[in-house]
């Protein structure tokens, strides 16, 4: 058989409590609903799912950003969830997280050299820090005469390129991007996709991504889940879920995106 | 000929900084027919907003300002209209659907409140009409039970209902024009599909024409009639959508449709080299794509090509002109 995975995910569940007058608990609402599957090394799992369906909270859990309600997370065999202060923070190390909004995500107060500098303070990789700058921002196509800029003085494709550097800098084994692309206009769209595409195959990357755009999901991922009200209602392969969803609900969301026809040139 | 429900012609729209013009629309020229759904497609920054806002008299005198040009609604120039004449037509003969639903709504006031002002303001409907007005309005969008939940107040409704809802108050006065700026672009697809299907409905039943303002080609090739597209203020091609999609010509639009992904494509996508520019370094003379396009030469870097082509098809390139 293969390896084992390197992320495990297990039942997990999230309710939320909606509270009435004077602090009632009115109603529970069940976010996430028994959630599991595996990541393999290598792998692009895309998660897909309409606003609301559960999927950031999804991702929170799994970074532990929140807390679950019940459920398993395990990263290469460590129980995630068991963790707390200084050996949560060590592990954190392993997994980073990119986020949407490119620019919310940024300290706008810091330099591009002291937004790098910090994960390496925080994970005591400073030692070698100045060589893991350098090698980043290669890798994200930034030039290093760009390190006393600030935030507003970068693009939208620049600032999600910093965010991606961010987080590969500490050397995680796992990043999970929360709909990195989606405040991209296509043009920068394209070129932020090929990166992570590039990053994947050239470091082999484990990537957990998020997105509402089925269309994005099927360029980046070789594996695609689909979540609607807080269940994973298809998990498999990109290629067969693509082609032949076993639920109702994937086969809608296929159905409602508007198709652009073919060219004559082509 | 007959006269299209608009016209604009050589429309500029201008910003004014440190005592410099920035044009950030540029001698654009576009007009919509009636029962004609015509896109309006761009990246952001490019200028698609702008232009609507312009015929909505939304740009005011600073800090930005229409720089020259004509927009004519039924022949008559909305910008030597008065105030009050073009107070007369917004809402009620010209209605625009913007982009962010919670935005546009008052989160105070009833939904159904919020759409009766149309008529009660327009047509000095008594409050009983116009209160059924709103109801039949949220009722043609697709809203169940539209008398209890005309009662309610925007956080009661979800995303996709608001949508509709601001939709419905553009309905109510009975527009001739509709501009929709990203109408879909905040909901979920399922939910943009309803959208597309009632902005089509609608000019079906009432013969309207849209304006639809979007950065999808999705959206466009499967709602427009005929499209613009725009970079950096400037309409660079405009052709019927099945024209456009089959045979784009422009260096820019070519390459938008290379970097979009679809779900018949997997791996690597084209991305245009570059970024759009910035309304402070949009060049002053030449194309404004040059500096990211792969045919560009130095003819390019002197004069900014015109649009031309036949009536299908028009695209403002030296090197990619209609029928070469």
Partial sequence: MTSSPLLEVRDLTRDFVVRGGLGRVAKRFRAVDGVSFDLHRGDVLGIVGESGSGKSTLVRMITRLIAPTRGEVRLDGHDLLALSGSTLRAERRRFQMIFQDPYASLNPRWNMRRILDEPLRAHGLKSDGAARIASVLDQVGLPTTFLNRYPHELSGGQRQRLNIARALIPGPDLLVADEPVAALDVSIQAQTLNLLLDLQRDRGLTLLFIAHDLAVIKTLCNRVG???RGKLVDLGEAEDV???????YTRT???AIPRMPARADE | MTQPLLDIRNLSV???RDGMTHLAVQAVSLSVGRGEIVGLVGESGCGKSLTAKAVMGLIGRKPGQVAGGDIRFEGRNLLEATDREIQALRGHRIAMIFQDPMTSLNPVFTIGNQIAEVPRIHEGAPANEAWATAVSALEQVGIAEASTRARQVPFEFSGGMRQRAVIAMGLAGHPDLLLADEPTTALD???QAQILDLLKQLRDRTGCGILLITHDLGVVAETCDRVA??????????????ELFARPRHPYTDGLFRAVPTLERTGRLEPIPGQPPDLDSIPAQGCPFRDRCPLAESQCADTMPPLVGCNNH?????????GS
């Fill in chain 2, 14 to 16: 201008g910003f004014v």
């Fill in chain 1, 253 to 255: 969301l296929l159905d």
């Fill in chain 2, 189 to 191: 697809v399922t939910v």
């Fill in chain 1, 242 to 248: 693509f082609k032949n969803p076993t639920s109702d």
């Fill in chain 2, 229 to 242: 597209v725009m970079y950096a203020g400037r309409i660079v091609e405009e052709a019927s959508v099945k």
């Fill in chain 1, 226 to 228: 689909v979540m609607s």
């Fill in chain 2, 314 to 322: 028009r695209v403002a390139c030296w090197k990619r002109e209609v």
